[in-house]
């Protein structure tokens, strides 16, 4: 659980460094939809994914790349936690 919470605070830290360098990892709410908040494009998701295989060891699946899987750190951590 507390690697699966280490990781989420990577992934936060690239969200916002990379797609919302205005906003605090801190500040960033685990349920906002990244999608719909424009945080995140279609491009977007395909970078994090990139980091998530890159950075974090996680492998990703043809059939995991279902832009919901991604659509909030909430999500992102359900996807994780699967994988752990």
């Known amino acids: ?20 360098p205005d906003i605090s990892p801190a500040d ?3 349920d906002l939809d990244l999608i719909e908040s424009g945080i995140i494009d279609s491009l977007g ?8 295989e890159d950075e ?5 699946a043809p ?5 919901d899987l991604y ?3 909430n999500s992102i951590g359900s996807l994780l936690s699967a994988k752990s």
């Open 45 to 52: 998701v395909l970078r994090l994914v990139a980091f998530l």
């Open 71 to 73: 659509k909030s750190l």
């Open 1 to 20: 659980m507390e690697d699966m919470m280490s990781q989420l605070t990577v992934v936060r830290e690239f969200i916002t460094n990379e797609f919302a």
């Open 28 to 30: 960033l709410p685990e």
């Open 56 to 60: 974090l060891s996680v492998a990703i």
């Open 63 to 67: 059939e995991e790349l279902d832009v």
